[in-house]
């Protein structure tokens, strides 16, 4: 097994491309001084990712997973990742009802432990270890594009708008976007409907 410094030009991910909606991000004009704070905070993140990205990537560990797939865990930031403005309608997949009652609650969504896992044709996924936050999709993306990257359910859902500041990643050829954080970071959104909760559609 080999392990080392491994080029950004051999990891193989989808051609990054902007976002197509462009309705301006909400003003952060009303705002509180600490979620102005969190939002500062998100871009910063992102420039932190873009410096990181700079050094390449490590390969970590390669393991089997079921009978005929491989994935290849990776420390460090691929340089493939590209930063996208906070425009348009946006969507993230809660892992249950709970979740997303507390994300509807408090008008935040929360980074969690999970990291950033690309699939390639069912034979090999690539594990980025050190790539987490808040992952975000669009909402003409449906739960069963996204929830292998994500690992989310499909169930429970919020459609929203970011804040003008935030900072975000475009991940995966328009599919996946992330707000870097460490797991407990949160960014404030402009909640615009949401799927999941009793009385909900």
């Known amino acids: ?79 493939q990742f590209r ?19 507390t994300i509807v609650a408090e008008s935040m969504l929360m980074a969690g432990t999970w990291h950033y896992t690309h699939s390639e044709h069912d034979r090999y996924a690539l594990q980025y270890r050190d790539v987490k936050g808040v992952f975000l999709t669009r909402p003409h993306f449906t739960g069963k594009q996204t929830i292998r990257a994500i690992g989310v359910s499909e169930g429970y859902h919020v459609d929203f708008m970011l804040y003008e500041g935030t900072g975000v990643l475009l991940l995966d050829s328009g599919l996946i976007f992330l707000v870097p954080g460490e797991p407990g970071f949160k960014i404030p959104i402009h909640i615009v409907s949401h799927h999941g909760l009793p009385g909900t559609q």
């Not at 301006?24 to 871009?43: C, K």
């Not at 420039?47 to 009978?67: Q, T």
């Open 83 to 101: 930063p996208v403005p906070p425009l348009g309608i946006w969507r993230h997949y809660a892992h249950d009802a709970d979740a997303l009652a």
């Open 1 to 79: 097994m080999r392990f080392g410094l491994i080029p950004n030009s051999m990891i193989v991910l989808p051609p990054a491309s902007p976002p197509a909606d462009h309705t301006p991000a909400m003003s952060a004009t009303g705002l509180s001084m600490p979620q102005r704070e969190l939002i500062a905070d998100s871009a910063n993140n992102v420039r932190a990712y873009l410096e990181r990205a700079k050094l390449g990537v490590v390969e970590n560990d390669i393991s089997p997973h079921g009978k005929d797939k491989v994935v290849l865990e990776y420390r460090g930031i691929p340089d």
